[in-house]
């Protein structure tokens, strides 16, 4: 699967917090939330677990989602 250059967590995460202080006192605390979810999304702030290929044994960590409903990473 080919991963896109820029994801809404990247954007999020870059201009999350000046957006957050701008907008302080408009925006409702379920919409934080969910932005801190999709942050948060597939890194390791969430842990996560070694994934192996049974046939060749190459490794990788999989991170854990956010399981937010409105992350555009959870189907």
Partial sequence: MIRPRLE???IFRSYGP???RANAGHV???QLKVMAAIEACRTEALG???AACA???HQHIA???CK???CPKIP
Wanted: hydrophobic residues 30%; contains cysteine.
């Fill in 8 to 10: 809404i967590a990247d």
């Fill in 18 to 20: 000046a957006w957050r």
């Fill in 28 to 30: 409702s605390l379920t």
């Fill in 48 to 50: 996560g677990h070694v």
């Fill in 55 to 57: 046939k060749c044994g």
């Fill in 63 to 65: 991170y854990n989602s």
């Fill in 68 to 70: 937010n409903r409105h």
